[in-house]
């Protein structure tokens, strides 16, 4: 067995691992849910006699973690660890399989940004899990390591003299870390828009006017009934919204620096290579819009007073700039980035 292949192996199994925890992050969430359905009909009778709900009790054990499972979290929480050493040693092997950095195609781009999502999430979830928020990222993690194993991989070799540059681990490296981070804000902000919606159960519908015919604020008003009724349940275990926001907006905020750097790297990369900082590639041109994107975001928040959901979906754009712009960009646009392969 070569280097290589021993790689590959371990990646196989880091996969493997994570597979599992999105399983048992999933059995938790399930058992949550199925145990706040149960407790709902006794928070509504606490609420009609004029008391506080069952499932906001302050210092109550149930309030904090109602029907959890403690074997389901542990077992999320061993099997992630053991998928990221397992991802962490291929990650290794491949580089000295390459005889390089590998950051250098799209395979090694998608195991090292796994890596660094799975590794944020862990650091979030050190004190709390949060069931909602490791099912998504974990599905997100296995999904792009199965496409980076059947649809992305490529044998480790060397890279066009173009890629031999110590702007390979600067720029491509910060770029991927970004990446990782960003996912896991994603999260947040998905669910931050859930519990959003659960908080306003019961009060008025007052859905700004940016919807498009009659019927569209008695849709709004569904989605806000369906989320607030029992089977949405378990999203009383979850932090406030505000909270989730707060955590997007953290994770949101170091991502954008490191994206400017990203995008400031490469720019002097280009220069060194091409002979110019700005050439208007497809590769330039998304990373530029994602930049905006999130640019607006963070100063919308931060000036023009923009919280909650509005917010949020911001997130929910920038997200999937960030990631055509690795997906369609790389496969099925031609540019100057175009010689890093699949």
Same mark, same amino acid.
Request: glycine share 10%.
């Given at each position: 067995?070569t280097?290589?292949?021993?790689?590959?192996?371990?990646?196989?199994?880091?996969?493997t691992?994570? $597979?599992?925890?999105?399983?048992?992050?999933?059995a938790?969430?399930?058992?949550i849910?199925d145990r706040?359905?149960?407790? +709902? =009909?006794v928070?509504?009778?606490?609420?009609?006699?004029?008391?506080? =709900?069952?499932?906001?009790v302050a210092?109550?054990?149930?309030?904090?973690?109602?029907?959890? !499972?403690?074997?389901a979290?542990?077992?999320?929480?061993? &099997?992630?660890l053991?998928?990221?050493?397992?991802?962490?040693?291929?990650?290794? /092997?491949?580089?000295?399989? %390459?005889?390089?950095?590998? /950051?250098?195609?799209m395979?090694?781009?998608?195991?090292?940004?796994?890596?660094?999502?799975?590794?944020?999430?862990?650091?979030?979830?050190?004190?709390r899990?949060i069931?909602? +928020?490791?099912v998504?990222?974990m599905?997100?993690?296995?999904? %792009?390591?199965?496409?980076?194993?059947n649809?992305?991989f490529?044998?480790?070799?060397q890279?066009?003299p173009?890629?031999q540059s110590?702007?390979?681990?600067?720029? +491509?490296?910060?770029?991927?870390?970004? &990446?990782?981070?960003?996912?896991?804000?994603?999260?947040?902000?998905?669910?931050?828009?859930?519990?959003s919606?659960?908080?306003?159960?019961?009060?008025?519908?007052?859905? =700004?006017? @940016?919807t498009?015919?009659a019927?569209?604020?008695?849709?709004?008003d569904?989605?806000?009934?369906? @989320?607030?009724? =029992?089977?949405?349940g378990w999203?009383?275990?979850?932090?406030?919204?505000?909270?989730?926001?707060?955590?997007?907006?953290?994770?949101?905020?170091?991502?954008?620096?490191l994206? &400017?750097?990203?995008?400031?790297? *490469?720019?002097?990369?280009?220069?060194?290579?091409w002979?110019?900082y700005w *050439?208007?590639?497809?590769?330039? @041109?998304? $990373?530029?819009?994602?930049?905006?994107?999130?640019?607006?975001?963070?100063?919308?928040? $931060?000036?023009?007073?923009? !919280?909650?959901?509005?917010?949020?979906?911001?997130?929910?754009?920038?997200? *999937?700039?960030?990631?055509?712009n690795f $997906?369609?960009?790389?496969?099925?646009? /031609?540019?100057?980035h !175009?010689?890093?392969?699949?």
């Amino acid at each position: 067995m070569t280097t290589g292949d021993l790689s590959t192996l371990l990646v196989w199994g880091a996969a493997t691992a994570f $597979t599992i925890a999105l399983v048992a992050y999933s059995a938790d969430l399930a058992r949550i849910a199925d145990r706040a359905q149960k407790r +709902v =009909p006794v928070a509504a009778g606490a609420r009609a006699a004029g008391s506080r =709900p069952a499932t906001a009790v302050a210092g109550s054990e149930e309030q904090s973690a109602p029907g959890r !499972s403690p074997r389901a979290e542990g077992i999320a929480r061993s &099997t992630t660890l053991l998928g990221l050493v397992l991802l962490f040693a291929g990650i290794v /092997t491949r580089g000295i399989a %390459a005889g390089r950095w590998p /950051t250098a195609n799209m395979y090694e781009f998608t195991i090292v940004g796994v890596l660094v999502a799975v590794a944020v999430l862990t650091v979030v979830q050190r004190r709390r899990v949060i069931a909602f +928020v490791g099912v998504l990222v974990m599905g997100i993690a296995v999904l %792009a390591l199965v496409l980076a194993l059947n649809a992305f991989f490529v044998q480790a070799d060397q890279v066009q003299p173009a890629l031999q540059s110590y702007w390979l681990v600067l720029h +491509v490296g910060v770029a991927i870390t970004a &990446t990782g981070i960003f996912t896991v804000a994603f999260a947040a902000s998905v669910l931050q828009v859930l519990r959003s919606l659960r908080e306003e159960q019961g009060a008025p519908v007052d859905a =700004p006017a @940016v919807t498009v015919g009659a019927d569209a604020p008695r849709r709004s008003d569904g989605v806000r009934r369906a @989320v607030g009724g =029992p089977r949405f349940g378990w999203l009383e275990q979850v932090p406030g919204s505000r909270e989730l926001e707060a955590l997007s907006f953290r994770l949101n905020s170091v991502a954008f620096v490191l994206w &400017t750097l990203t995008l400031i790297g *490469g720019a002097i990369w280009a220069e060194d290579a091409w002979g110019r900082y700005w *050439g208007w590639d497809p590769k330039e @041109v998304g $990373t530029f819009v994602a930049w905006v994107v999130y640019a607006a975001y963070l100063h919308a928040r $931060t000036t023009r007073g923009w !919280s909650g959901r509005r917010a949020a979906y911001f997130v929910f754009v920038g997200y *999937g700039v960030v990631l055509a712009n690795f $997906t369609v960009v790389n496969l099925v646009v /031609t540019g100057k980035h !175009s010689y890093s392969g699949v």
